[in-house]
């Protein structure tokens, strides 16, 4: 069965120092990959996504991915965080056959000065 | 940011009570989502519609149906509110390479 596994429920990180959120996904097509980011009392924010092409993949307020096939893994960095990157982060994969998006659990960020 | 609202944006309601919830998208996209957002269990597809009229059933639906009657609007209707249907609602719609876009959520609390 497909599957989105985030296994950080927390990660606690100082700020100024670098970030990995890890996602593991179970799909038997080529994934289409999302990580979304939700600030407390808010909606879910685009942050970056993987179609194809270039497995590293840029995305908005300094995020990056990088999907590798053969860990079945798309996990997101950050060189440097701040203290507004303090949020829940939400992987997903695209399932094409019903045009739906399967989520993993998140993983809470907290910042620490 | 896509165009979604959701309407209200907070309500409190009691148990039995039937209650809708809006979604309004300015996009012109053809999918539209109903999620529920609860601590400890993410978020959860309740119904998803893939055009006016055309909806089906995600991984949470008993208790909540829906209506799509024009491209834009996507409701939700609780038929009679229970205290487990306490949560956080939000809506999504489905553009361009299957990118979802969310609306800002909805706070329900049923007493």
């Known amino acids: 069965a497909q599957s989105v596994t985030q296994p950080d429920i927390h990660i606690t990180v100082s700020e100024g120092a670098s970030l990995e959120l890890r996602c593991n996904y179970s799909?038997?097509?080529?994934?289409?990959l999302f990580w979304y980011v939700q600030s407390p009392g808010q909606g879910l924010q685009l942050l970056l996504k993987y179609f194809s092409g270039d497995t590293l993949v840029q995305g908005i307020k300094g995020f990056e991915a990088e999907f590798k096939r053969s860990q079945s893994s798309f996990n997101l960095r950050k060189p440097s965080v701040h203290w507004s990157d303090a949020a829940e982060y939400f992987c997903?994969?695209?399932?094409?056959?019903?045009?739906?998006?399967?989520w993993g659990a998140g993983t809470k960020l907290i910042i620490k000065p | 940011d896509a165009g979604i609202t959701q309407s209200p944006r907070h309500k409190v309601t009691e148990t039995g009570t039937p209650v809708t919830l809006r979604c309004h998208q300015t996009e012109n996209h053809r999918y539209m989502y109903w999620y529920r957002q609860d601590p400890g269990h993410g978020l959860r597809l309740i119904h998803y519609s893939y055009g006016v009229k055309d909806t089906d059933k995600g991984e949470v639906s008993d208790g909540y149906s829906v209506s799509r009657s024009k491209t834009e609007d996507f409701l939700l209707t609780l038929e009679s509110a229970t205290s487990s249907q306490t949560s956080v609602y939000f809506c999504?719609?489905?553009?361009?390479?299957?990118?979802?876009?969310f609306g800002p959520g909805t706070r329900l609390l049923v007493l």
């Open positions: 999504a719609i489905g553009g361009d390479q299957e990118t979802q876009y």
């Open positions: 799909y038997g097509a080529t994934p289409y």
């Open positions: 997903a994969v695209f399932m094409d056959s019903n045009y739906q998006l399967i």
